[in-house]
């Protein structure tokens, strides 16, 4: 009988189903067909990822705006709104992975012939996917109340390519706190707790200028300022009547920003794949 090598080289047969390479692909993506899967038999998952991002826009677009200080409020927010969703979409991992422990399918994972690694490459294109269509549900209801993009095709496509990408990213911090907190109820207060700070004490739905000094302060050193701050720019979307930011993450966002996404992926790929490899079920 044909079997797998595992991704340790521990199995017989190495190699039956081809290199390495391919058989980590193959993984790969059974394992993101899997997740795509279970939102089409889960469609309540479908239903709010359509729904969550019309209400922030409609909410912070039409109720907020009045109380606004400066002109065109919507082109402001946008940036805002995609980098603040895109960043809450990415708990979905970390939801996923605790259920997944909870129920038991991170064992039977780990005793199958299977590329542990490909497991959670999977887990996180699949909440990849869930970003990406938020993302176009959002741009289509900020067309509708007024947003426009001024930098052309490019600026578009590079602005959506860098916030889908750190959406990826963090989602590899999100799956690493998934394995780590005791339950899939933990998940959300624990996640709660770091995204709140990070998307409201940044430039995502206020001018810093208009902070108080320490507030300020951390915001211009906030990452999802500069990842904010980049998409601004991409889209076309600045407002010249506003101080030049003094920061050098906000001098400098594309190199943050991109600095960012590989330092994250740099410590919690591996630090994920070593805790699956423990983790053992609930």
């Known amino acids: 009988m044909t079997t797998l090598i595992d991704e340790r080289g521990t199995g017989p047969a190495a190699g039956a189903v081809g290199s390495p390479a391919a058989q980590w692909f193959s993984d ?102 869930i970003n990406a269509i938020s993302m ?36 590899w911090v999100m799956a690493l706190l998934g394995m780590t907190v005791r339950s899939p109820e933990v998940i959300n207060n624990a996640s709660f707790m770091i995204l709140f700070p990070l998307s409201f004490i940044s430039n995502a739905f206020v001018p810093i200028h208009t902070m108080p000094s320490v507030l300020a302060a951390i915001a211009e050193w906030n990452p999802v300022s500069a990842l904010v701050q980049s998409a601004r720019e991409l889209f076309g979307n600045t407002n010249p009547t506003f101080p030049e930011p003094t920061s050098w993450t906000l001098q400098h966002p594309y190199i ?4 960012g996404i590989a330092l994250m992926l740099l410590i919690f790929v591996p630090l994920c794949v070593k805790k699956f490899g423990s983790v053992s079920s609930r």
């Open 28 to 129: 790969g993506w059974i394992a993101t067909r899997r997740n795509l899967i279970k939102i089409k038999r889960v469609p309540d998952i479908l239903v709010f990822t359509i729904l969550q991002p019309i209400m922030f826009v409609l909410l912070f677009s039409q109720v907020y705006a009045g109380a606004m200080a400066m002109d065109d409020y919507t082109s402001f927010l946008m940036a805002g709104i995609f980098v603040q969703t895109v960043i809450f979409g990415s708990t979905f991992s970390g939801a996923a992975m605790a259920q997944d422990l909870k129920d038991g399918i991170i064992d039977r994972f780990r005793t199958l012939p299977m590329s542990t690694s490909a497991v959670l490459v999977g887990r996180t294109n699949g909440d990849l996917m």
């Open 136 to 171: 176009l549900i959002m741009m289509a209801t900020g067309f509708l109340v007024g947003w426009r993009v001024t930098t052309g095709l490019g600026g578009f496509l590079a602005a959506v390519a860098l916030l889908l990408l750190f959406a990826y990213a963090f989602s």
């Open 256 to 259: 943050t920003v991109l600095g």
